[in-house]
């Protein structure tokens, strides 16, 4: 595999945690290759492992061994600083949880992340608007998160992950805190997104309907990835 072409590359992840004598193996040496434009699901068990691989994977975690490859870029080396600059132009994060700004607006909460690297006030509204409009919120751009559905707070959140053009998008359980049919729609919104900028994307899930929609679905069990 050309490391230059994947948008993401795990190589040998190892995570393991004290429970006072007892050494708890969550990540036994993961590897995984995700290509731009590729969907992959990730699944299993509850406890598996799923949201630590996610955080290692968007460098806000550091493993115990292994590496972890942006374009091409090994990033165990790179200091604190690097880490959150590589972080905050590649790649794009959304939670179970939306965690938007309350005391901010929806396109206020979707120009931030924006404005932080530098983007002007003008091209960051810009930008939040046509994002906005993209996952059907233009008529609720000026709403704070109090004031909008779950399911338009998650649009809100999957619009502010890809405000920056990431080249990857993590996603822990995007869809968990909604009930069936907001799921549906707002996962739709995501897979549009994705699919329309030609995002690499890796997408932690419970729901088989959604991970099967997937390009590919890999299962994290007894801290190993498999096919699934």
Known sequence: MNEQATALALRDIRRTFRQGDRALEVLAGVSLDLMPGEIVALVGPSGAGKSTLLHIAGLLEKPDGGDVLLAGRPAASLSDAERTALRGRYLGFVYQYH????????????????MLIGTSRREARKRARELL???????????RPARLSGGEQQRVAIARAVANGPRVLLADEPTGNLDHATSDAVFRQLLALTRGAGLAALVATHNPELAARMDRVVRLESGMLVAA
Do not use: C, D, T, Y
Not at 99 to 114: D, G, I, K
């Open 99 to 114: 965690h938007l700004l309350p005391e901010f607006s929806a396109l206020e909460n979707v120009m931030l992340p924006q």
């Open 133 to 143: 409009k993209m996952v059907g919120l233009s008529e609720r751009e000026s709403h």
